[in-house]
C-alpha cells in the first residue's frame, strides 16, 4: 500500500485536511498525518486521528518518525504538505528545522523522497517577493509546487480532487 505523509499547517484551510485524508484512503493509501502547533490551533488532532485511523504525529520523539517515514528506505512514497502556510514554505526554503513539519520536510529532502506542497495565504503573503523566491528555491530543488486556484485575494488550496489527481500522478 503506497504511504503518504501530510504535513499540516497553520492555515486556515488546514479543515479541508481530514476529507482529503479520507479520500486519499478511498484510493487506497496509508495516510500519516504530521501537525504543526499553529495548525493544532485551527483543527484538533483528534479529527485527523479518526480521518487516517492512526495515531497523529505532533511532536518528534525517540521513536525518530521523521526517519522512519521520510529518510533513506523510510516508508513514505510522499510527503504532501498541504495546507503549506508562508512560514513553513520559507523555513523549509531556507534549511529552518524546528517544528514537525519543518523536520519532515528536511529529512525527505536529505533523502530524496517525493515532495509536493500545496500553498495556502493570503494573496498579499503569497506575493511577497521573499515567499515567491522560496519556492522557486523549492521548485529548484525537485519540490513539486501544487499550483494554487487565486480568488478573493486568497490563494485557496487546491480542490481536493484536484490534490488527489496530482498524489496519483505524482506516484505514478
Ligand atoms: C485562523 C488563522 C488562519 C491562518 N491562515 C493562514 C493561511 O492560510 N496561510 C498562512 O500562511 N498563514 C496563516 N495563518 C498564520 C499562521 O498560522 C502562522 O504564520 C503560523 O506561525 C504558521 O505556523 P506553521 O507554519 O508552523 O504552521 C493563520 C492563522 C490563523 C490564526
Redesign the pocket.
Known amino acids: 500500500m503506497p504511504c503518504i505523509v501530510i504535513g499540516v499547517?497553520?492555515?486556515?484551510?488546514a479543515v479541508r485536511i481530514p476529507e482529503l485524508v479520507r479520500e486519499l484512503k478511498r484510493k487506497g493509501f496509508e495516510v500519516n498525518c504530521v501537525m504543526?502547533?499553529?495548525?493544532k490551533?485551527?483543527i484538533h488532532p483528534n479529527v485527523l486521528e479518526w480521518a487516517s485511523e492512526k495515531p497523529v504525529i505532533e511532536k518528534v520523539t525517540g521513536a525518530v518518525e521523521h526517519v522512519k517515514l521520510c529518510g533513506i528506505g523510510g516508508k513514505a512514497d510522499l510527503l504532501l504538505i498541504c495546507?503549506a502556510?508562508?512560514?513553513?514554505i520559507s523555513k523549509i526554503a531556507n534549511g529552518i528545522d524546528d517544528?514537525t513539519?519543518t523536520t519532515f520536510a528536511a529529512t525527505a529532502l536529505g533523502s530524496g523522497k517525493k515532495i509536493a506542497i500545496v500553498p495556502?495565504?493570503?494573496e498579499s503573503?503569497y506575493k511577497n517577493p521573499f515567499v515567491k523566491e522560496n519556492l522557486e528555491k523549492l521548485k529548484k530543488a525537485g519540490v513539486k509546487i501544487l499550483e494554487p486556484k487565486i480568488e478573493e485575494n486568497k490563494v485557496k488550496l487546491m480542490d481536493n480532487e484536484k490534490i488527489v489527481q496530482e498524489v496519483l500522478r505524482l506516484l505514478k
Open positions: 499547517c497553520g492555515s486556515v484551510a504543526t502547533e499553529a495548525a490551533g485551527i495546507p502556510t508562508s512560514n513553513t517544528t513539519v495556502a495565504m493570503h503573503m
